[in-house]
């Protein structure tokens, strides 16, 4: 969800006992907070805390090593990117297999659109006419398509903001399945939407409040974190800055803050929208997530395009 927008790895210290008590933290913080969650991340095998925002996870950091005399060290944290589309696209897939006995085949064809909202959650839509294909192998393309965009399918992050309309399809009397019909659902998004796809990233909207002789500092901090300033209120010797900047700049920040208006300023900072990240980064990003398991383990699906 867009209320999830930071994610730090973070490790628990090596003395004897320090497991134990980091699971109970968890455990409870997730309790007491639903905004804060925890998960394993296999590909980097470290376990991931996830929050509204830096200063939530810092303090949930620090009431570990507090209450639970849990020495844990926190990651370098990573955005939630996503990937989106950017003009509609027609597919047809084929996914076939036979290898002696019983085969596997589906085939589906339709449409993938970009929703106005980028961060919304899949719309599936069956437009097919009665009984081309029957109800529980339609469920199970949704299923296949819903497995892929967990997974991502140009840079390895979720997919989001997208509408597929089923428009037709066959299957064979003895060789389709769940399986087979799930599987074409997952190389709609991986072969498909791919050609079409781009990252986005986070940015968040900033509300700064600081004494006046600090304005200056504060805008010079923001712009260099490539954020945008949409207004400046000066009040009774209190200045308000409103900007826009992107999520993976705005770390640290807290602490900049802090130290350049000693202790004065404060601010808060709220999910935005998603933005297309700069072109030199979505290389990077296509690059790293191509050296992955996960990546190099994708087989095609077979006819089709």
């Known amino acids: 969800s867009s209320?999830?927008?930071?994610?730090?790895?973070?490790?628990?210290?090596?003395?004897?006992?320090?497991?134990?008590?980091?699971?109970?933290?968890?455990?409870?913080?997730?309790?007491?907070?639903?905004?804060?969650?925890?998960d394993f991340n296999p590909e980097t095998k470290e376990m991931v805390i996830k929050g509204m925002g830096e200063l939530q996870l810092e303090i949930y950091a620090e009431r570990m090593r507090r209450e639970y005399e849990c020495v844990v060290e926190l990651g370098v944290p990573t955005v939630n990117y996503r990937e989106c589309l950017l003009d509609a696209l027609e597919f047809s897939v084929t996914y076939k297999r036979q290898s002696g006995g019983k085969g596997q085949y589906a085939h589906i064809i339709g449409k993938i659109e970009p929703l106005e909202d980028k961060s919304a959650e899949l719309e599936f839509v069956n437009k097919m006419s009665g009984g081309q294909v029957p109800p529980n192998f339609i469920k199970s393309t949704e299923k296949g398509v819903r497995e892929a965009m967990n997974e991502g399918a140009l840079s390895g992050h979720p997919v989001a903001g997208i509408c597929i309309t089923l428009t037709g399809g066959k299957t064979h009397d003895v060789d389709s399945s769940d399986f087979s019909f799930s599987r074409a659902g997952f190389f709609a998004i991986k072969e498909n939407f791919v050609k079409k796809a781009i990252t986005m990233e986070p940015w968040m909207d900033l509300e700064i409040t600081a004494p006046s002789e600090y304005s200056g500092t504060l805008l010079a901090s923001i712009s260099a974190r490539d954020g945008i300033i949409k207004e400046l209120d000066m009040n009774e010797g209190l200045c308000v800055i409103h900007a826009k900047a992107p999520l993976k700049k705005m770390f640290g920040y807290t602490t900049e803050l802090r130290t350049c208006t000693k202790g004065l300023g404060v601010f808060t900072m709220e999910f935005r929208e998603y933005v297309a990240v700069e072109e030199e980064e979505q290389e990077r990003l296509i690059a790293a997530y191509r050296e992955t398991n996960k990546y190099k383990n994708l087989q095609v699906s077979g006819l089709g395009t």
Do not use: H, V
């Open 3 to 38: 209320g999830i927008n930071a994610e730090w790895p973070l490790r628990p210290g090596k003395k004897k006992g320090d497991d134990k008590s980091f699971s109970k933290a968890l455990n409870r913080f997730q309790k007491e907070d639903p905004t804060f969650k925890s």
